[in-house]
């Protein structure tokens, strides 16, 4: 496994498993597989209402809870809970995660930005980050946080490479965790004669190439499947090393245009929205993707 250093010296695996949208029964199963064949970032959220379920698969890999590097999300319903984290910790049946996310600029984001500083301060969280925070609201978190944060979780892709916003992260060193890695599977994406062109030269399926382009931007990335041969391909794309010349042909796609448009009103649901940590809610369901 190859790992990027953050800034507060923790080194974190370049690719890991996603589980947005799987079910409680599929993270499970997805989680634990993906351990048993190398995978050692996993990520889930509040709001995925599978935390319980990932807990689960990463005891029944057998590996050393030290060994996983566990990252979560608290939602907007809970950034005003003082025992968010600690909830958090039990579905999961932790001690401590690896990374701990707010995953929305919803509701009083800044009550939950503190509680991921006071977890970051008493050890129950490694690291800390923000998800969806682009724009303005990146613009106002740097003016409040007093730690700043390790990672930001954002949609990034050839097509839209996040340049305006690593601008901002470049100045303090916080990484980048893609999500829709893939474009959300869209197939105009995948289809580009150059990731074809560069599989074929590599030996690799585009998927793979655009995921290895990935860590090469410096991004973390947690392509999530329920299939097990699917888990397993995204993982084999550190055998091989892109050229600058790849990188550049590949940077002519950028488009500046993303998949996923979130709108006020959305923030506005999401504050309200509670997850039911039963493991029955869909919240995509309800309110559009939370990715």
């Not at 799987?22 to 499970?28: I, K, Q, V």
């Amino acid at each position: 496994m190859d790992y990027i250093t953050l800034n507060n010296g923790i080194p974190c695996p370049v690719v890991g498993i996603g589980t947005f949208m799987l079910s409680p029964a599929d993270a499970e199963s997805s989680v634990r597989e993906a351990l048993k064949m190398g995978y050692s970032l996993v990520d889930t959220a509040n709001a995925y209402v599978n935390e319980r379920a990932v807990g689960r698969g990463i005891r029944e890999s057998g590996l050393l809870r030290e060994k996983v590097f566990l990252s979560t999300k608290l939602w907007p319903s809970e950034y005003e809970n003082p025992n968010a984290a600690d909830e958090t910790l039990e579905r999961l049946g932790v001690d401590y995660v690896d990374l701990l996310y707010i995953h929305q600029p919803a509701g009083n984001w800044l009550a939950g930005y503190r509680q991921l500083e006071k977890a970051y301060k008493e050890g129950r969280a490694r690291a800390i980050g923000i998800s969806n925070f682009e724009g303005k609201y990146m613009e106002e978190i740097q003016t409040e946080w007093e730690i700043a944060p390790q990672f930001i979780q954002v949609e990034a892709h050839p097509y839209f490479t996040q340049t305006e916003l690593r601008k901002t992260l470049d100045q303090y060193g916080i990484r980048l965790m893609s999500w829709y890695p893939l474009g959300h599977g869209d197939k105009g994406l995948i289809h580009e004669p150059v990731f074809a062109e560069l599989g074929r030269k590599y030996g690799k399926t585009p998927a793979q190439v655009i995921l290895r382009w990935h860590t090469q931007m410096g991004f973390a990335v947690i392509p999530g499947s329920r299939n097990v041969d699917h888990i397993r391909d995204n993982l084999d794309i550190l055998d091989f090393t892109l050229t600058d010349e790849d990188m550049t042909q590949i940077a002519k796609l950028d488009k500046g245009e993303r998949y996923y448009h979130r709108t006020d009103e959305q923030l506005a649901q999401f504050a309200l929205w509670k997850p039911e940590f039963s493991d029955k809610a869909k919240p995509h369901e309800q309110y559009g993707l939370v990715k």
